[in-house]
């Protein structure tokens, strides 16, 4: 038996048909803790049915995904869907049946000189600001101490030895044959770690390769293109 954890959510939308071809052009994803668009909704798209910005909603459940390398996984995944879409601020809840709620909030960039969510305790990156706990729709906080998962951190870094142990087996890698399935050893000393899920994540998201389990066989990983140096969860490969 397991516990239940509910993720759900909102995006304030600024353009409306670039995210529902982004939503409707998305590859199902068959990688715990998944994303998919059956997930999101499409948006109404008639005035006056909403002011000024539509806002998409989501939500899942899930099994035991309360904080470490599965939360890290989502966050990297949702982060991905952000890139693509045009959008003012996105929130996400996290609740837990055993290790209590958490919040979540990212607030755009606009390149401009006085940023609407540039707030003191929010940790700013390339492409927005992000923020732990309840906040309003500008980012402010609404509590006085947000509380975070169990080792999860911000921004996403890749497991510092197992990020090196995949960066010397890379040359191996690329020997593998493109676009056809090789079965990994259930006791390989990288993929045995779960820190290797987030790295696997982040080279499927950004499409240099597929892995996935086989009753009976185990993990597979199927190489796609070259498999590039890590360094950090936000580079593009």
Not at 46 to 56: D, L, M, Q, S
Request: proline share 5%; aromatic share 14%; with cysteine.
């Amino acid at each position: 038996m397991g516990s239940i954890s509910i993720v759900h959510g909102i995006i304030k939308i600024r353009d409306i048909n670039s995210y529902k071809e982004v939503v409707e052009s998305m590859e199902l994803d068959d990688n715990y803790p998944w994303i998919r668009p059956e997930m999101l909704n499409l948006c109404g798209e008639v005035r006056p049915y909403y002011y000024e910005n539509p806002i998409a909603t989501f939500g899942a459940t899930y099994k035991d995904l309360d904080g470490g390398v599965s939360w890290s996984e989502l966050i990297l995944k949702f982060e991905y869907l952000l890139t693509q879409i045009d959008f003012d601020f996105a929130r996400i809840s996290l609740e837990t049946e055993i290790m209590g709620d958490y919040g979540f909030f990212w607030g755009a960039k606009r390149g401009v000189e006085n940023e609407l969510y540039s707030e003191e305790d929010l940790i700013e990156s390339d492409k927005w600001f992000f923020g732990y706990g309840k906040r309003d729709m500008f980012g402010r906080l609404e509590e006085q101490e947000p509380k975070k998962p169990f080792d999860f951190q911000y921004p996403l870094e890749f497991n510092q030895p197992t990020k090196e142990e995949f960066n010397s087996i890379i040359p191996e890698l690329n020997q593998l044959e493109p676009g056809r399935k090789t079965f990994i050893e259930e006791n390989h000393n990288i993929f045995g770690s779960d820190h290797s899920h987030l790295i696997l994540t982040y080279l499927k998201i950004n499409k240099v390769l597929c892995f996935g389990w086989e009753p009976g066989q185990g993990l597979y990983i199927e190489r796609l293109k070259e498999i590039k140096e890590l360094t950090t969860p936000q580079d593009t490969v």
